[in-house]
């Protein structure tokens, strides 16, 4: 990580916590505020869970959007109202603003964030494939399509199914920003639309073969050029149903298959500090390497509960302090995001018949025998319980707001 140059100011919080409406910064302020750190957090939106949080002593909320200039200005100010040692981002957005700025915010706080060299590879998918097929990691057959104009040749080489990926996540520029998602592709006026919707907004897509199989995922901390923890988890059902963020997932032991090829990855691009790596596997169970996550995941907290508590990791690593070495975590436990598994199962109702979608009657019992199932519950912690109120009473309070407007659930939202 580059460290910032000069004396910084005299800290009054441990860390500040950007995009506190996403799961994992509620994750990262409980994980910090129960080894007795003080934390605050800033978003764009108030009377978000993570602000109801015991740990949360102060709140910003910021009246620009994440990822542009003026978010900057604010982020700058709130540096200065309330000093903080380290920042810790983790939406697309936040990070491509803080990219573009780091040598400005890293005189006032360290980012949480590896070295710009690890990620301009991790951030772009194109870049990550590349890298992984050098060094023999399997990847997705792909092609790299910069206007529909490109798409014929897609067809030919990969055909349908298939997956249109954004190459970067955000696109955007120092006044307006968007986080852009995959969509899955059966004919070519969807494929056509979904190219034309990622590349008229200044992006190149990846055209991508669909894999039907299980979705892993290897998580590390690497520091030093040595592994201090790893953690892995499968994916029983994401949002939205293609795969979006998890949730619904259950912690397993590392498999030797991705476990090495995560670790050989994260090792050639040298990318210090949190890595999630994603896999897919075919129908023969052989593994494809998806994506690198950079930051904190929404699935984090499975981790946590298991036993590998990556925010509390990630914190000293940014501090430059020693980092805890984690050999074991308990495996087996499952854990469910339920808002999101609402709007999954809903997803899969309207999305039926598609591939890789549950039929209606499967994906409601699938959603039912859940409940039947030991498992966590994102932002309901006994011991903090207010997040989970806060939650729930968003939940209710949009879902009647889109009811009374006539609006259907929409796919590929944040889910808060």
């Not at 993570?50 to 910021?62: H, K, L, T």
């Not at 206007?147 to 996540?169: F, H, N, Q, Y």
């Not at 520091?223 to 988890?233: D, S, T």
């Not at 690593?317 to 805890?324: H, L, M, R």
Request: aromatic share 6%; net charge positive; with cysteine.
């Amino acid at each position: 990580m580059t460290r910032g140059g000069g004396a910084m100011p005299t800290p009054i919080f441990d860390a500040l916590v950007l995009d506190a409406r996403l799961r994992q910064s509620l994750v990262t302020v409980r994980s910090l505020g129960r080894h007795g750190l003080a934390v605050s957090a800033l978003d764009t939106l108030g009377n978000i869970p993570a602000f109801a949080s015991r740990w949360c002593r102060r709140e910003f909320v910021c009246p620009a959007q994440e990822g542009t200039d003026a978010f900057l200005a604010y982020l700058e100010h709130a540096l200065e109202a309330a000093p903080a040692r380290v920042v810790i981002p983790s939406s697309d957005g936040t990070i491509a603003l803080l990219r573009r700025h780091r040598p400005t915010v890293e005189r006032r706080a360290r980012i949480a964030l590896a070295a710009e060299p690890a990620l301009t590879v991790a951030v772009n998918k194109e870049r990550t494939l590349a890298v992984a097929r050098r060094i023999g990691i399997g990847v997705p057959r792909s092609l790299g399509v910069d206007t529909v104009v490109d798409l014929p040749a897609a067809l030919r080489e990969i055909g349908l199914p298939a997956v249109v990926k954004p190459c970067e996540s955000w696109v955007g520029d120092e006044r307006h920003g968007a986080r852009v998602v995959s969509r899955l592709v059966t004919t070519c006026d969807e494929a056509h639309r979904a190219v034309a919707e990622l590349t008229r907004l200044g992006g190149r897509a990846l055209f991508q073969q669909w894999l039907s199989g299980r979705r892993e995922a290897v998580s590390l901390l690497y520091a030093n050029g040595e592994v201090r923890a790893r953690f892995a988890q499968w994916v029983k059902r994401t949002g939205p149903p293609l795969g979006g963020e998890s949730v619904l997932r259950q912690s397993i032991a590392v498999p030797p298959d991705i476990g090495s090829h995560a670790e050989r990855l994260v090792r050639e691009i040298q990318h210090e500090g949190y890595a999630e790596v994603e896999f897919r596997r075919d129908g023969n169970g052989a593994p494809y390497l998806m994506e690198i996550n950079p930051r904190l995941s929404a699935s984090v907290e499975i981790a946590v509960r298991s036993g590998v508590d990556f925010p509390h990791l990630l914190y000293q690593w940014a501090t430059g302090a020693p980092v805890d070495r984690v050999d074991r975590y308990r495996v087996g436990g499952w854990m469910r995001h339920l808002e999101g598994d609402i709007m999954t199962t809903i997803a899969a109702i309207r999305q039926r018949g598609r591939p890789g979608v549950a039929s209606p009657i499967g994906a409601l019992t699938g959603f039912c025998l859940s409940f039947f199932r030991p498992m966590a519950y994102d932002y309901l912690d006994w011991q903090d319980p207010r997040p989970a109120i806060c939650a729930t009473v968003n939940f209710v309070r949009h879902s009647v707001q889109g009811a009374m407007h006539g609006k259907l659930f929409r796919l590929g939202k944040d889910f808060s």
